[in-house]
């Protein structure tokens, strides 16, 4: 299944096939060798360590709530008896995972006063 999408090179509705272009656009930058030019729409976290299963939530949920309360990397990992990598770790997926504060005004608009 693929979502419809304003091509991001001419505008044109259409089919999203990457990189936030439609089908016809991205086989021809693909041809010219200009794909680059048109950064990814997801992410490759491919490779990038994440907690799966019962265990690795549950040692997630425990991470955060100790590093909720203070208590360093270091000591983490004595509480939850994994080693330190393994905390940085899961305080980095806790990053990724926590809900950005969303400002009520973008800086395009703020600058309106001119
Ligand atoms: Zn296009």
Not at 2 to 17: I, K, P
Not at 39 to 46: F, K, Q, R, V
Request: contains cysteine; glycine residues 10%; hydrophobic residues 25%.
């Amino acid at each position: 299944m693929r979502a419809t999408v304003t091509c991001v090179c001419c505008r044109q509705r259409g089919s999203h096939w990457g990189r936030g272009l439609i089908a016809t656009c991205y086989r021809r930058h693909h041809h010219a060798g200009t794909l680059h030019r048109y950064p990814l729409t997801t992410p490759p976290d491919e490779g990038r360590w994440r907690p799966t299963g019962r265990v690795g939530k549950a040692t997630l949920r425990r991470v955060a709530k100790l590093h909720g309360l203070g208590f360093s990397a270091q000591s983490i990992g004595w509480e939850v008896g994994i080693s330190r990598r393994q905390v940085e770790r899961y305080l980095a997926e806790l990053k990724q995972t926590s809900p950005t504060p969303s400002p009520s005004k973008t800086p395009e608009e703020r600058n309106d006063s001119t």
